[in-house]
């Protein structure tokens, strides 16, 4: 693919993933991550996009002032944890061979989107002492995937943060991580012409994306849109790690399309699952709120 078709490929995936971002707060690195490596290096994609997040990190922040300072006191051992996960994930991904980059980028996320899209939820009580190593490992994983979405989000759901400090939350960990990854690779001397170059492709799409998901998400059941785009996000992964698997020749190709129809066996279970669940507690609000179902003669 030459340098054009790679940018208007770039521009496209980027549009889809600012109005995902738009909308819930977080999955710009989630959505584009997965498609891009399809036929950009780590090294080139993932210096271009830290310098769009951090602008996309800082405009949400702005949005959640009000809630900004409780949220830092809260996840500040998480913050203090990234710097060490960012320094190891920045030194990995100058160092190592972009298909290995590629294998760790998809083995990590995998995981990640599945169990949130389970919905799984238990909650730590010694919130702060786990702060520090899991803002580690989250440093880790951004530094090396420009993603922190999808562990940030099971953390706050799981901690049941109400809605305006989980985007608070969120906004102040990935402003800092963004933050500290791009002074990181400015350090390393990642920022090359190849990745300064993808910065236009990138930039008009965020710019007209985020506000178009800000609207449809007063349009369209929240909790809905998140399951629809995690459901996207893992078939996409699942995607990217059998090409990956196939192409450093780990795996026979039979073998590869095999672990995609996995994954896409396991998320059409979790996705069945969750609108089944969505559809009792549907029916049963119904039953409740109807003056002939006798609940309200108790």
């Known amino acids: 693919m030459d340098t054009v078709g790679q940018g208007l490929w770039l521009a496209a995936i980027a549009f889809v993933a600012a109005v ?11 959505i584009t991550v997965p498609l891009a490596l399809l036929f950009l290096a780590s090294r080139v994609l993932n210096p271009a996009l830290v310098l769009v997040e951090v602008a996309i990190n800082v405009y949400v922040l702005a949005v959640s002032w009000r809630s900004a300072l409780p949220a830092l006191r809260r996840t500040l051992p998480i913050i203090i944890g990234l710097f060490p996960g960012v320094a190891v994930g920045s030194l990995y991904v100058a160092s190592v061979s972009p298909d ?7 083995c990590l996320l995998l995981p990640l989107i599945l169990f949130q899209a389970a ?12 702060g520090f190593p899991f803002g580690a490992g989250v440093g880790l994983l951004y530094s090396i995937t420009t993603i922190s979405g999808p562990p940030l989000a099971v953390m706050f759901n799981n901690q049941g943060y ?33 990745s300064l170059a993808l910065v236009p492709s990138i930039v008009p799409a965020v710019l007209i994306g985020v506000p178009i998901g800000a609207v449809l ?20 992964v699942g995607f990217g790690l059998s090409r990956v698997f196939y192409q450093m ?7 590869t399309y095999l672990m995609l129809l996995t994954v896409v066996f396991i998320d059409l279970v979790l996705l069945y699952r969750f609108f089944a669940q969505r559809g009792r507690g549907i029916l049963f609000n119904q039953v409740v709120a109807s003056p002939g179902s006798g609940f309200d003669e108790i």
Do not use: Q
Request: aromatic share 12%; with cysteine; net charge positive.
């Open 20 to 30: 995902i971002n738009g909308a819930m707060g977080y999955g710009f690195s989630s």
């Open 100 to 106: 290995y980059v590629k294998l760790a980028t998809y």
């Open 119 to 130: 919905g799984v939820r238990r909650p730590i009580r010694s919130e702060r002492v786990i």
């Open 162 to 194: 109400t809605k305006h400090d989980f985007r608070a939350s969120l906004a102040v960990v990935r402003v800092a991580e963004s933050s500290m990854t791009a002074i990181t690779y400015l350090f390393l001397g990642l920022y090359k012409p190849a």
């Open 217 to 236: 998400i007063r349009k369209i059941d929240p909790e809905t849109f998140r399951r629809l785009c995690m459901s996207f996000d893992a078939w996409i």
């Open 249 to 255: 020749k780990l795996a026979m190709e039979t073998t």
